[in-house]
C-alpha cells in the first residue's frame, strides 16, 4: 500500500493505464509538473490539482490530503463559518469517535436524521455501532 500522496499519485495514475503527459494535460498542469508530483519534488500540492488528480484518476480528494497532509479548502472554510462545528470536532476527538461512529452519524445525516444515531446510542465514546460496551468500558444500559 503506498505511503506518500506521490506514490498515491502514480499508482492511481498507472492503475488507470493513464500516460504521464495525457494525465498532465487533463488535470490542467505540465508533464513537468506532474512528473516532479509523483516524485516528491514539487509540493506543496495546490488543492484544485489535488481535487482534479482525484477527480481524473477516481481517487478520493480526501486520502490524497491527508497523505499531502493538508486539508480540503472547502472544510477548512466550513470550519470558520460554522461555529458549531469546531466543537462538533472537539466533542468527537475527546469522545474518541472511531470511523465506524462517524459512518453512523453520517448515514443518520444522509437519511436527514442526523439525531438518530445519538438517540439510539450507537455512538458512545469511541465504541463501534452494535459494540457491548457503554461509556467508561462497562455494559451498555438497555432499556429507556
Known amino acids: 500500500m503506498a505511503r506518500t500522496v506521490e506514490e498515491t499519485i502514480r499508482e492511481q495514475r498507472e492503475a488507470q493505464q493513464m500516460g504521464l503527459r495525457v494525465a498532465a494535460e487533463r488535470i490542467g498542469i505540465s508533464p513537468v509538473c506532474l512528473s516532479r508530483t509523483e516524485r516528491g519534488k514539487e509540493r506543496p500540492l495546490r488543492p484544485e490539482v489535488v481535487k482534479r488528480i482525484a477527480m481524473l484518476l477516481g481517487g478520493d480528494p480526501d486520502l490524497l490530503f491527508r497523505l499531502a497532509e493538508s486539508t480540503d479548502p472547502d472544510l477548512a472554510e466550513c470550519i470558520h463559518v460554522v461555529p458549531n462545528v469546531p466543537e462538533f470536532l ?18 443518520g445525516i444522509k437519511r436527514n436524521r442526523p439525531s438518530e444515531a445519538l438517540e439510539t446510542g450507537q455512538v458512545r465514546n469511541g465504541e463501534a455501532p452494535g459494540s457491548p460496551r457503554g461509556p467508561g468500558g462497562g455494559p451498555r444500559a438497555r432499556g429507556g
Do not use: G, H, Y
Not at 472537539?90 to 465506524?100: D, N, P, V
Open 90 to 107: 472537539r466533542i468527537a476527538m475527546a469522545q474518541k469517535l472511531t470511523s465506524e461512529n462517524f459512518d453512523v452519524l453520517n448515514a
